[in-house]
């Protein structure tokens, strides 16, 4: 899960963006898009064939804007080019499990954190790994791209083992069961309905007792995307997140979908 945690691969590409876009005007208080990525990231996010959006984030989504007494909609935009489109003004907000770093900080601003998670490795029940940089050395080790996990393998397992970069978490997951990586590593609540399918019986995570998060990726949690200039609408929606927290909506919210709490503590 931590889509959450985005790389910053795409952030290449920004600079001009936020050149040409530094005076777009904030967002209306009455009608507010939501930006969302088109690939299913399960349980946070998942399409409907009848193009209902459905997940705990399009739950939220709808908690939030009828708690600000918002009409909202959802916007499918490609995940490489989703903080370029929320500078252009495609949308106004980014509500797709995505990581607040001190990177992404530069250039959009982000709301108060309304989830934190840590990566996990899942490999065969039958393997054994030490996961540290010399016991993965050599091994093949698949992650979703644009994500702070993809960051933080590349970084520290990057000089020693193979890192395979997927679109998306599905394509990774195929990979595994294929036996074309010998690890994956995603979100520690994105690996629930991988584990629990069918094809997913025979893996499990193997933990993280001996890998050393980076507290500047994995500490700040994960928040909705605004505009650096929208901070009458970063105010609004912080302000929502907390109020539905203390109700109790939140948490009503997150276990239809996950066995633990994930609000920010």
């Not at 020693?160 to 195929?174: E, F, K, M, V, W």
């Not at 970063?234 to 994930?262: C, H, M, N, V």
């Amino acid at each position: 899960m931590k889509r959450m945690f985005r790389n910053l691969t795409l952030l290449a590409s920004i600079g001009m963006t936020l050149c040409s876009f530094s005076t777009v005007a904030g967002a209306s208080q009455d009608k507010l898009r939501f930006g969302v990525a088109a690939e299913p990231y399960p349980p946070f996010l998942v399409k409907t064939p009848s193009g209902q959006f459905t997940g705990f984030e399009p739950d939220l989504i709808r908690a939030l804007c009828e708690q600000m007494k918002a009409d909202c909609e959802i916007k499918e935009v490609a995940w490489d080019g989703i903080i370029p489109a929320l500078i252009a003004n495609k949308f106004d907000v980014l509500f797709n499990s995505m990581g607040i770093s001190p990177e992404r900080q530069k250039v959009i601003a982000f709301s108060r954190p309304y989830y934190e998670t840590t990566g996990i490795f899942v490999a065969a029940k039958n393997v054994e790994l030490t996961l540290t940089p010399e016991g993965l050395a050599g091994k093949s080790i698949g992650v979703q791209g644009s994500t702070t996990n993809a960051e933080f393998i590349r970084t520290a397992y990057g000089k020693t083992s193979d890192i395979r970069i997927y679109n998306t978490q599905d394509d990774c997951n195929a990979d595994l069961l294929a036996g074309r990586i010998d690890v994956m590593f995603l979100d520690k609540l994105g690996d629930i309905d991988f584990l629990k399918s069918r094809d997913g019986l025979a893996y499990e995570e193997k933990g993280t007792g001996s890998v050393k998060m980076d507290p500047l990726l994995y500490g700040l949690g994960v928040g909705a995307g605004l505009r650096k200039g929208d901070t009458a609408l970063k105010a609004r929606i912080d302000d929502a997140l907390t109020q539905l927290y203390a109700s109790g909506q939140y948490t009503k919210i997150s276990e239809k979908y996950f066995p633990i709490d994930l609000w920010p503590h």
